[in-house]
């Protein structure tokens, strides 16, 4: 019997279902306006007008049997399931004027026992070869047996949503039903939706089984010691799980259960802004045929890639299998993590550039997720700008982070792993005055944290945060360890510090109704 899909009441004849990259490809060409293909075989795409996620455009149907586990606000935006149906319905109608339809069935989650099962149904190939990268793709006898799937995305997202529909906003609307399993995408052709749809998903019921869903990378060494990275938008997250000792697990979405550690996805969605082969060997070899290169601008004539240009935007992006990426542990599973490692790129130039957290520091701040951004290009902002995102993935997360946080602190005691703060900003001063830590120094203190080098080294409290702060790391002069030797001005360190921790104290102050007391006293303090 042919694959349709007339159960959703799709009735369009010609559907591709987990599709070859070359008739992906043929497709795409044939059929999808600004698609090329890039010197290196890279399928060069242009998602539209959105070229990012539009988190404000994403909403979450209120139903009984799931409203009281969702963290309703700014970033959980209710919506009545009478909304969601219009939007549904509008999705359909456009589906169905559409000449042939992809269908992508794969599985979110390397781990068999948490895995889900995904059916993304879309009207671009450019899509389909997305997520075809992004998830993992079932062998040809799993996907004989496939049957229902666990969650639907339904991408319309070449048509707008209707924004007189009562609390539609734009044209752009996401919608999540967590009962009826759908995702329903109108009014942006942007990819990302996608994957990070799922990750919402997965986020919202691996904390019903006792399992931590996480936005970071993970790798594992040679003993089997395997290390999560958290971090913002540059901090070096992707770079520094990039380590040509160990293995890649995964360098987006993991989830840690009873046995460890595995990856929600099967590829990598990379940052692609000024990338080259000195920087980022193993992404820039990763470009080649089968990867998707969003939105970047290239060479007519030569199809050359120009990685620096950003006049369609700053997020240019490529989408590409793991196993592109030569240091991969396959499958991305592993055991438990012995260290948990949070990047912050303090642009202020207080914090130590490593130092060692007790269970309850490291909920602290999981649940603050600080990165300090370099000011602006307005006029007149010469300090650095403090970013804070609760969980280090906020967009994300359908709980209260304490929910996570929770979990995190109790998996980190119930399998004795180290957390550890690591400063990737500046060192001598803020920005302006100080310098940017050298990455050389940064990898020397990993590789210090993977070979156990700073369980023997004498650490210092340091007074207001309470963390533990390492005196020495080879290969790294001990100067640059203690922050407030390395400014001049020992007065304008201690007024900074005092200001920073004033910007974590005022951002926990929306969490503390809901947040573990134990985890409220871990954090900072000024000295009185």
Known sequence: ???????????????????SVPILYELGLRKEKGTAISNVGALLV?????????????????NPESENNIDWGDIN??????????????????LNTRERIYVVDAFAGWDPKYR??????????????????????????????????DYVIFNGGGFPANRYTSRMTSKTSVG???ERKEIVILGTEYAGEMKKGVFSVMNYLMPLQDVMPMHCSANVGEEGDVSILFGLSGTGKTTLSADPKR?????????????????????????????????EPDIFNAIRYGTVLENVVFNEDTREVDYSDVSITQNTRASYPIHYIDNIQMPCMAGQPKNIIFLTCDAFGVLPPVSKLTPEQASY???????AKVAGTEMGVTEPQATFSACFGAAFMMWHPNKYAELLAKKMIDHNTNAWLINTGWTGGAHGVGSRIKLKYTRAMI??????????????????????????????????LLPKNTWSDKAAYDETKAKLIGLFTDNFKQFEAGVNPQIIAAGPKVKV
């Open 116 to 149: 889900i099962k995904v059916r993304i149904i879309c009207t671009r190939a450019y899509h389909a070869l997305f997520m075809q990268n992004m998830l993992i793709m079932p062998t040809a006898e799993e996907l004989a047996d496939f049957g229902e799937p």
């Open 176 to 178: 999540v039903d967590l």
């Open 247 to 279: 293995k890649l697990i995964g360098d987006d979405e993991h989830c840690w259960t009873d046995d460890g550690v595995f990856n929600i996805e099967g590829g990598c969605y990379a940052k692609a802004i000024d990338l080259s082969a000195e920087n």
């Open 77 to 94: 935006i209710e919506m009545d399931e009478h909304v969601f149906m219009i939007n549904r319905e509008r999705a359909m109608d456009y």
């Open 447 to 480: 590789d210090a944290i993977h070979n156990n080098d700073f369980d023997a080294v004498e650490t210092v409290i340091d007074e207001e945060f309470g963390f533990e702060i390492p005196t020495s790391c080879p290969n790294v002069p001990s100067e640059v």
């Open 365 to 371: 701040h999981f649940i603050s997720g600080y990165t």
């Open 46 to 62: 242009y998602s539209g007008e959105k070229t990012g996620r539009s988190p404000k455009d994403k909403r979450v149907v209120r």
């Open 1 to 19: 019997m042919s694959f349709n899909l007339r159960q959703y009441g799709i009735e369009v004849d010609t559907i591709h279902r987990n599709t």
